[in-house]
């Protein structure tokens, strides 16, 4: 019999429609927001503890992320290894990726802890915050190999279309990290000494590690062992290569261009208190929001690897159209936050410890600090939707494993369209923040229409990851 006809849809609803696309995004969604909860709320406990360590965080926090992201984007990539395996119903074979990059995740403790330890110090030079970056930076680099671990088990589930567990860890990781962010960072009078922006960074860790345990229990249970093969962990060099092959170009330049995000905030920073501070916020709000688009990546990856694995390709141009839709969903939702009434927003990243500064910053260039914030959050408006455009077709790019023109593009337009214009026109002409965010938001455009283009070019469909066989021959 075909595979076709042999293939399951993963959820109940028409393949490629957006209540199928939304039936499993939706729990990556969430599963994502509670992770990136544990950053976010690191901040907003950061900023009432004080302004800088608040922006300590964004500096220290995005040059980590540049390494623990790069690493994990590598990682994850056993979701669409398992994607196309179990559209193909190679069900045995799905846990021999999972344990590839399971390996590389702990060997990665080899660049992690070394770089943490001793490389904090250069990395922040004659910035200002120094010893409070080095510190959240060093932590948050010691828990690194716990988070790619975590990323290559949830391929496994997030392949198949089993994402719903991801919510109820994500939650509760959460609440692990809410808990101990308090104690942490503010202690406890007699009981527990206060640790700022150390005690963050090693709560975000404490949440980490505990959904990696949960996760690696579920995987290593015997229902999994006998029918995905969960308990093949030997080392597979054919397998590990082809993962390397799929998941170092996407890792390189997402590596890259945190990197460059890292230096656009370095150069806010060496501008102004108003520059960093105002940058601070947009992007703890941009943190905040991508938590729509991991989810929705993944999801897209998951349905169009299961696709590919079956030979299906038709059924992706309807995937497309779906994100589309759900993405423009959610634009209108924010849109009422970051343009028609940004107060609530602000007000609330704003905490009363700092209305000191807010005050003395009244009058800037002829405007008020509100004024500038609004405009920026006008510009993060834009770039989020562009941006949520664009990780739709790299989730479908990726999926067909068409990832070597995702480093060369993504990386080239990070440099080109947006670290050497801030350099030049913001830096250089001393311009207000708002240009900056302008630039940002281009940026976003520009890569978005790069990314259309290849996938309406169709190289990803001559792309070819996995051996087909019969399903006799796959259940072996």
Sequence with gaps: ???????????????????????????????????????????????????????????????????LGGMGMLTVMSEVFVAQYNGAEMHKKIGVPVWQMIWVSIFSALIFIPIGLWFGSLFFQKTAYLSMQIDYFKYLMLFGPFYCISTALAGFFIGRGRTRILIYLGIFSNVINVIFDWIMIFGIKGIFPEMGIKGAAIATGIGTIFQTVILAYIFLKKVNRESFGSDKWHFNFDVFKKCLKVGSPPAIFYTLEIFGWALFFVMMTQMSEVHITISSICQSIVLLLSFFFDGMTRGVSALAGNFIGSKRIE?????????????????????????????????????????????????????????????????????????????????????????????????????????????????????????????????????????????????????????????SEAEE
């Design 1 to 67: 019999m075909p595979m076709q006809q042999n293939n399951k849809a993963l959820t109940k609803f028409p393949e490629g429609s957006m209540r199928e696309l939304w039936s499993i995004s939706l729990p990556l969604m969430i599963s994502s927001l509670a992770s990136l909860l544990m950053l976010f709320v690191d901040r907003c406990f950061l900023a009432r503890y004080s302004l800088d360590a608040l922006n300590a965080s964004v500096n220290g926090g995005t040059l980590a992320w540049a390494f």
């Design 315 to 471: 059924l992706i141009h309807s995937l497309l159209k779906s994100s589309l839709k759900l993405l423009v969903v959610f634009i209108v939702l924010v849109s009422v936050f970051l343009i028609f009434d940004p107060k609530l927003i602000v007000d609330f990243l704003i905490p009363g410890n700092m209305e000191k500064h807010v005050f003395l910053w009244q009058n800037i260039d002829g405007h008020s600090f509100y004024y500038i914030l609004k405009t920026c959050l006008v510009c993060v408006f834009i770039y989020t939707f562009f941006e949520g455009i664009r990780w739709i077709f790299a989730g479908l790019l990726t999926s067909a494993g068409d990832t070597m023109f995702l480093l060369i593009a993504g990386s080239l337009s990070v440099w080109c369209f947006l670290i050497l214009p801030v350099y030049l026109i913001v830096v250089k002409l001393s311009l207000s923040v708002q240009y900056a965010w302008i630039l940002a938001s281009l940026y976003a455009i520009f890569l978005s229409l790069i990314y259309w283009l290849r996938f309406r070019n169709g190289k990803w469909k001559e792309i070819q990851l996995i051996a087909q066989t019969n399903s």
